[in-house]
């Protein structure tokens, strides 16, 4: 199966006073996903300062363009996508 891992970074220096607002439709976009069954894992990072969101069954142009309905979107540092081939 083809994965495409995208690794989110947000500016955690400049969250808006509404973050936690923010981070309830954050979860509810991830569970929209799991639910459509294009989301294979989703982790947050140690740091606290992004997630590791892995996609199955989607291509990466299709995954650049779920990211921007992210809530976290406009508050992102970085991006990057990584395609992945699973092997068990």
Known sequence: ?????????????????????????????????KEEGILENFFLRQSKNGAVIIFKNV????????????????LRKSIEYFPLIKQF
Do not use: G, R
């Not at 891992?5 to 979860?27: G, Y």
């Not at 291509?59 to 406009?74: G, H, R």
């Open 1 to 33: 199966m083809n994965c495409i891992q995208a690794i989110l970074t947000i500016d955690i220096d400049n969250l808006p006073a509404n973050f936690q607002v923010i981070i309830q439709h954050e979860q509810a976009k991830i569970a929209q996903w």
């Open 59 to 74: 291509s990466q142009e299709q995954v650049e363009t779920l990211m921007t309905t992210l809530p976290l979107y406009p």
